[in-house]
């Protein structure tokens, strides 16, 4: 029996390849799942960063993580875009992880992310929590690589601007992209809140390729 309520979960694992991976695909709901579960505890696991961006990802996850009963923040120092070949190491530390930490809702990446340290993350949770509920986070970018999920969580305006203030203030190393605005986080919440109906009008959206009720 896999606990699907918010209130029926004990546990969650965050996997991040990069430092602000968890609260651009997850962070919503996170913000919501801690909301309405002040019993959660929660491991954040980033996977890479230079000194700069694990500081940004601390930081930043001592925000999303407040209220929760325990919160657990890791960092790692892989390199950067070169995750297929950091796999032995990356995979020590997810068996580690999984003698210490055992979870009833694992987020990680999209398994048809076109970044290599995306999908390696990806393909490392399934091979290592094989009897748990996991969810695959999406993150828009150049690529075009985000598809049709499955899974929504409803998120209302409150929420969904919390997390995108929260992304904009603590990764200031990230505001030369782009990409990197509030428009972008909230132009993807709105368009999976069209496509599941939501009420709330803005989504979060997982991929969930086996869950058993």
């Keep these: 029996m896999i606990p699907c309520r918010p209130q029926s979960l004990r546990r969650v694992l965050c996997l991040g ?8 695909g997850c962070g919503g709901t996170l913000l919501k799942l801690i909301r ?3 019993k959660l505890e929660v491991r954040w696991v980033v996977f890479c960063g230079s000194t700069a961006r ?7 996850a001592r925000q999303f993580l407040r209220g929760a009963k325990q919160a657990v923040i890791e960092t790692h120092s892989f390199r ?3 995750f297929p070949v950091e796999w032995a190491g990356i995979k020590e530390a997810f068996e580690r992880i999984k003698k210490e930490f055992d979870p009833d809702l694992v987020f990680t990446h999209y398994r048809d992310d076109r970044h ?5 993350l990806s393909d490392l949770a399934w091979n290592t929590f094989r009897h748990h509920l996991i969810l695959e986070y999406e993150i828009i970018k150049y690529d075009g690589d985000v598809g049709q999920p499955n899974v929504f969580v409803e998120l209302d305006a409150a929420l969904a601007r919390r997390k ?7 990764f200031q190393t990230q505001g030369n ?3 990197f605005t509030a428009d972008t986080f909230l132009s993807m919440m709105r368009i999976r809140g069209i496509e599941c109906a939501s009420p709330a009008l803005y989504a979060e959206a997982f991929y969930g390729r086996k869950i058993t009720l």
Excluded at 17 to 24: G, P, R, T, V
Excluded at 116 to 120: A, N
Excluded at 164 to 170: E, F, N, P, R, T
Aim: proline share 3%; net charge negative; charged share 35%.
């Design 116 to 120: 290599q340290d995306h999908r390696v």
């Design 164 to 170: 995108v203030s929260a992304i904009l203030k603590y």
């Design 54 to 60: 694990q500081k940004e990802a601390r930081r930043s």
């Design 36 to 38: 309405e579960n002040p």
């Design 17 to 24: 390849a990069h430092s602000d991976d968890i609260e651009i």
């Design 177 to 179: 992209k782009h990409w």
């Design 80 to 82: 950067e875009s070169f």
